[in-house]
């Protein structure tokens, strides 16, 4: 796998217990910032679908798009 560019939502600060992403030609890959060497990869079409489905059942407004600011490499 290349290395991957991690990124993490702005309202995280130096907080522990983050979301991190990133994205490659495979597709995205998420880890949790506490736990960094346990990496899911979905295609980006999967994740699409899952977080539509996630609002659509949650209702309007429950899902905000994430800002997102890089942190570091791995």
Known sequence: MP???????TFSTDQANCLELAASP???HLRESDAP???V???????????????????????????TAPTRSG
């Open 3 to 9: 290395t991957l560019r991690w990124q993490k939502s």
């Open 26 to 28: 495979a597709g995205v």
């Open 37 to 39: 060497e346990a990496i």
């Open 41 to 67: 990869t979905a295609k980006r079409s999967a994740l699409r679908a899952f977080l539509r489905a996630v609002r659509a059942d949650a209702g309007p407004g429950a899902l905000v798009a994430i800002e």
